[in-house]
């Protein structure tokens, strides 16, 4: 057999331990809480309309750059909701998820060398996607219990190779949702340094207590350098369907659109048929989106406090980190196995979501976007946790 080696682009960076866990609790019956996908049912309008396109025969490719409808509807939404005016044909490219979306835009503004500015914890994805496109990392810590920045941390991170930086609100890990004075602060280096946005707001419609949404698109001066990110996936309910888009500056659009063109040709047809019905729901849907996930919120918050986890509350998304310093456990890796494989519930070990040897060895995020009867059965699940040795009764 020969010694076939891979890029060392591919040798830098690990599999996904979130779909590792996801693969491991397959393994143990595990109850799944790491990997961020409902195990409810997604909107029967939705679904009929996704059935209705494919009876249809909306079964060829679209336009590579999204289904002209889809991308009208993403842009009514925007400007409906934001004020920003956003031209679709212009501004507008369907991709296969959020997650083709960041690397489509990733690869189309930066080049080998460009530094990007990225928080910690992030999303484990854009540690990927930077290495993919060449882009050298600049991380900025978000302290915990709030996860705020410290602005001259944040300012000491811009130089003038900083091509971008990668912005994620409603957050994944923490829950935090960024302040529209905290988007100023990170506007006003933006503009400074001349910085793209790359905004992820794929959970800007699960959002609790009287948090606002801001795209930092609609903060002044940034519309024509921020490229915001956003999917059909979490606010409809449907991960598997893979349709996201990007809404970018005219000047990146062609850039965008070429590499998202040889990357993935484009989207599910027919689910973008289906995600024009969806985005076309009233407000009222995405207001009882975000109370039924505040309800599993708090259901799981009560759970991993009961069960000793110390827990940071989340504003929005839906994941608590939690800190399991208590649990006397090696690290954050040794605890999640023994929860998956002695208890039966999976979670992700923290250091998914920082940088060797930073803040996550002490760490470990659960999602709460599943069915109160999966959330109570990981309770029951839990009582045979080890108890941490503060909380044991002498
Ligand atoms: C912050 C964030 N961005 C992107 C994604 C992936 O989105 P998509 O399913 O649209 O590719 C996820 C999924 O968990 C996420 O948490």
Redesign the pocket.
Known sequence: MPKLKGSKKATQFTESVIREMTRLNQLHGGVNLSQ?FPDFPAPSMVKDAACAAIQADVNQYAVTWGAAPLREAIAREFTRRFGVAVTPDEQVTVCC???EAMMATMMAVIDPGDEVVIFEPF?E?YGPDAILSGATPRYVTLHEPDWTFDPDDLAAAFTDRTKAIIL?TPN?PTGKVFTRQELGTIAALCRKWDVIAIS?E?YEHIIYDGCEHVPIASVDGMSDRTVTIN?L?KTYSV?GW?V?WTISPASLTGAIRKVHDFLTVGAAAPLQEAGVVALAVPDSYYADLAAAYRRRRDMLLDILERRHFTCYKPHGAYYIMTDISGFGFRDDVEFARYLVKDVGVAAVPGSSFYREGAGGRTKLRFCFCKRNETLAEADRRMAKLVIPAAARVH
Do not use: L
């Open positions: 961020g998820g959020a997650t999303y994805n994620n994944n992820d794929i999917s996936s991960t893979r996201g």
